[in-house]
């Protein structure tokens, strides 16, 4: 009898280990998760603050060329101190579509300026931009593999229970705005 006790509290034991065990993982997951995605943004963040930081530079190497153009030197001052002062990844999205849209606008005007678009300067900065923008669009990927992650997670059982006691709430996808998802119309 007593050797079925001893047997019963061991398995009792080694139950409950088990338990805390699976508890401490669905946790450790979720924290894992939710960090994967603050550390995703904090890179794109980086990368929006360093494709701003060019603007200056390009308006001021543009602007000797473009004196008609003014309006659209403008609009892209304007975008970049809207992404400076924008909060979180939905106003973050909303203006860093702006700005490239913006960037783009310089880039297709720039094509009527034989000059400018020979100028060694312009053609450098043109070139950061672009690779800043395709440094972005992989890390909004992963950011928002991140953030599809989390949610499932945190919609299904029984992580749901873990993640609503640690006050985890579905995360915001870095989405492109109707205008990136038109075709893009070549002329030649």
């Not at 960090?35 to 995703?40: G, K, P, S, Y």
């Not at 530079?57 to 970049?80: A, C, F, I, N, W």
């Amino acid at each position: 009898m007593l050797e079925l006790v001893a047997c019963l509290g061991f398995l009792c034991l080694i139950i409950f280990a088990l338990a805390a065990f699976y508890i401490f993982s669905i946790y450790n997951g979720l924290i894992s998760l939710k960090n994967n995605i603050e550390r995703a943004w904090a890179n794109i963040d980086v990368l929006l603050k360093q494709r701003s930081d060019l603007v200056p530079s390009l308006v001021e190497t543009v602007k000797g060329y473009m004196k008609h153009e003014r309006g659209t030197l403008q609009d892209l001052t304007r975008m970049r101190a809207q992404m400076l002062s924008a909060q979180g990844p939905a106003q973050k999205a909303k203006a860093s579509e702006a700005l490239t849209s913006a960037l783009k606008s310089i880039f297709a005007v720039a094509e009527n300026y034989p000059k400018l678009r020979a100028s060694e300067n312009f053609l450098q900065l043109q070139n950061q931009i672009s690779a800043i923008e395709n440094q972005i669009a992989d890390r909004r990927e992963f950011y928002n593999e991140s953030v599809l992650l989390l949610n499932t997670r945190i919609h299904s059982f029984p992580d749901m229970f873990f993640a609503s006691l640690m006050g985890l709430k579905d995360k915001e996808y870095f989405k492109a705005n109707e205008e990136e998802k038109k075709n893009v119309k070549l002329e030649l």
